[in-house]
């Protein structure tokens, strides 16, 4: 199977970090799966993510506890927390969620961390289709700087591939379909754990269910871009984002050094989208329980880089609790048709706080975002001709946030754009 087919689009979902931390339970994901299905999934949003500590019985917000005893079988494989997902119980797993995430027209999804539990390690349980144990197959020099469950596997030793295997057969009877890896993409402390990224694409393969995979944290090394390209679907290029201007407005150089590797499959990822009511059981970034601290124009700045760059997105607040207004977000009709289908996404200006990038309709329009990073109002003009585009080409202009058409000239003027903000065209064409 090749692994590109898995994702022809950038995905869409919601995770459940930003307002859980890694302490979800099985009826907030139910809670917002119904949301999902209702409100968004005819707009393209469709993937549920589990995310971090599921099997941590006593997790309590998105601080890790370290050292703790997790669920476990016999054969090394980490398994639901029956307190935090009842519907585990008796050995199912995730499967009875995930039926009941399905049976809505959603995709089921879950956060692992890469490698071994240590505690299997320091158990050394067996290994399903292996005679290798877990001792046999770790690598204990190779440890999360920021969680302690889990050691490295080293790809060299006999049975690690089995292990990985293994992980992904129990996946695929659960009907899992998008995978989320952690601490495997590289982050500022160390480099990509390349072998592993490999086990585990192999494991798909043998497992033979589709799953989109999606490593983190981040910043992803952009001299593995071709690697990436090979072995997934999904790579963060930041470490964790959340709800701070200076976050977003770094996001601009990072999408930057990224322009031209997205498509086909293969999606570099700006990371969710910390919109709505977050922070609930999680503290990190700065901030507990709240609104998102981005303004209304910081989030139609997010929202617009993230899809004319076209992003993977994942909501990241209590679907729930969402207002109008973010809920409005999220079903702009035009602008998700541009994040799903347009191509060729690239920085065309930048200069002082002004910043303006373009990508190309399949119909042949042309989208063009105006963003100004700076403090005060601003306004910008755009010469078409001076970048070879004809006015006669295009039929009217579409303004995405507004929905105003406007009259079509060699001259595209912008007359306000908001500090932080973003003003969003379609050039249609004839």
């Given at each position: ?25 099985e009826a907030e994901i139910r809670g917002n799966a119904d949301y999902m299905a209702q409100h968004l999934l005819p707009y393209g949003w469709d993937t549920v993510v589990v995310d971090i500590q599921w ?213 570099p990822d700006c990371d969710m989208l910390p919109l709505g009511h977050i922070g609930i059981r999680s503290v990190d970034g700065g901030g507990a329980d709240r609104w998102t601290r981005f303004t209304k ?134």
């Amino acid at each position: 199977m090749d692994h590109r087919l898995f994702a022809p689009t950038p995905p869409m979902g919601w995770n459940s970090w930003d307002c859980y931390g890694a302490a979800v339970t099985e009826a907030e994901i139910r809670g917002n799966a119904d949301y999902m299905a209702q409100h968004l999934l005819p707009y393209g949003w469709d993937t549920v993510v589990v995310d971090i500590q599921w099997s941590e019985p006593g997790a309590v917000s998105s601080h890790y506890r370290p050292f703790v005893p997790l669920e476990m079988d016999e054969h090394s494989r980490l398994m639901p927390a029956v307190n935090r997902f009842p519907s585990a119980a008796n050995g199912a797993g995730f499967k009875p969620l995930a039926d009941y995430v399905h049976s809505l027209g959603l995709k089921f999804g879950i956060h692992i961390m890469r490698g071994i539990p240590r505690q299997a390690v320091h158990q050394n349980t067996a290994i399903l289709g292996s005679s290798q144990r877990a001792r046999d197959i770790a690598s204990t020099n190779s440890i999360c700087p920021w969680n302690t469950d889990m050691y490295g596997v080293d790809a060299r030793k006999e049975g690690a591939q089995q292990y990985y295997n293994s992980l992904f057969e129990l996946y695929a009877s659960w009907g899992v379909d998008f995978i989320k890896v952690d601490d495997i993409a590289a982050s500022r402390l160390y480099d990509a754990h390349l072998p592993e990224i490999e086990l585990i694409q192999n494991a798909i393969q043998h497992c033979k269910r589709p799953m989109v995979l999606s490593l983190s944290p981040g910043p992803a090394p952009l001299e593995h871009a071709g690697f990436f390209t090979t072995h997934a679907n999904m790579w963060r290029m930041t470490d964790d984002f959340w709800d701070h201007w200076h976050l977003l407005l770094d996001m601009f150089d990072r999408c930057e050094k990224w322009q031209g590797k997205s498509g086909n499959g293969c999606w570099p990822d700006c990371d969710m989208l910390p919109l709505g009511h977050i922070g609930i059981r999680s503290v990190d970034g700065g901030g507990a329980d709240r609104w998102t601290r981005f303004t209304k124009d910081e989030q139609v700045t997010m929202m617009t880089l993230w899809c004319i760059f076209r992003s993977p997105l994942f909501f990241g607040g209590e679907l729930r609790d969402n207002d109008e207004w973010t809920l409005s977000l999220l079903t702009n009709q035009a602008l998700i048709y541009m994040h799903q289908t347009s191509s060729n996404a690239r920085l065309l200006r930048r200069k002082g706080h002004e910043i303006i990038w373009t990508a190309d309709g399949h119909d042949g329009s042309r989208y063009v975002a105006f963003f100004n990073v700076g403090e005060a109002e601003a306004s910008a003009t755009l010469k078409l001709s001076e970048y070879g585009w004809s006015e006669e080409a295009f039929n009217n202009v579409l303004n995405i946030w507004s929905g105003e058409t406007l009259a079509v000239s060699d001259e595209l003027s912008v007359p306000s754009i908001a500090p932080h903000g973003a003003v969003l065209l379609k050039l249609q064409a004839r």
